[in-house]
């Protein structure tokens, strides 16, 4: 599966807009694009996903560029209880041996300030 | 539905013990994870599971055995444990492979190995 890349950490006033970006600049065309979040001491939460089209659904957009080489998801009102880490994550659904595994990198730690 | 659950919460075990971390999900979902994070880290798969009686290594196997006798249950044995064990374990689940791929996961066992 294709690696992404993702910033440590960045800050967002509530209200606002959250634009978190993910560079997967070796995406394969049978790849999804899978963006999850985990709030402090629980277990991850899926957000979204993708292949070629935007995304939206209650929780957020998901942009992604023509040539699928990065991503960007948008929490289109920020509140306090978005503060979490954003994981971006690819992964091709199409081979036997991927079986639904996401393999998880560092995330994007979002803040929310008052 | 209760979703996936995990016991214990947490758990304090010497150097040597043993434990079975338990995992129920009550949604029918062939597929089962378990994930291990460390602090400050992604998280990264140890064993799943496809369904019942069929089991498969993931990232960081070593010194976990997992078993998977019915669709609900899938749990994770920790044989002799190490300070190097010490950990969140997430479980996880989902729907088979041509659903949207989204995983559900549990509240988390925090485990510490003195």
């Known amino acids: 599966d294709a690696k992404t890349t993702q910033p440590p950490s960045m800050d967002c006033a509530e209200g606002r807009a959250a634009n978190l970006p993910c560079n997967h600049s070796t995406i394969s065309g049978n790849e999804y694009v899978y963006w999850y979040r985990q709030i402090h001491s629980q277990g991850p939460q899926y957000i979204i996903h993708g292949l070629k089209n935007n995304e939206t659904n209650e929780m957020a957009s998901l942009i992604i560029t023509e040539d699928r080489k990065s991503s960007t998801l948008i929490l289109p009102h920020a509140t306090l209880r978005d503060t979490a880490v954003y994981y971006c994550?690819?992964?091709?659904?199409?081979?036997?041996?991927?079986?639904?595994?996401?393999?998880f990198g560092a995330g994007t730690q979002v803040v929310v300030t008052p | 539905n209760a979703g996936v659950t995990q016991t214990p919460k947490f758990r304090i075990l010497k150097i040597g013990q043993s434990m079975t971390l338990q995992c129920t999900q009550d949604m029918n979902h062939n597929y089962m994870y378990w994930y291990r994070q460390d602090p400050g880290m992604g998280l990264k798969l140890i064993y799943y599971s496809v369904g019942a009686g069929i089991t498969d290594k993931g990232e960081v196997p070593n010194g976990y055995n997992v078993s998977r006798s019915t669709t609900e249950d899938f749990p994770l044995r920790l044989e002799l444990a190490a300070p190097s064990q010490t950990s969140v374990y997430f479980c996880?689940?989902?729907?088979?492979?041509?659903?949207?791929?989204?995983?559900?996961f549990g509240p988390g066992t925090r485990l510490t190995v003195t």
């Open positions: 996880a689940s989902s729907p088979t492979r041509d659903s949207s791929y989204e995983q559900y």
């Open positions: 994550i690819v992964r091709d659904f199409m081979t036997t041996d991927s079986w639904g595994k996401l393999q």
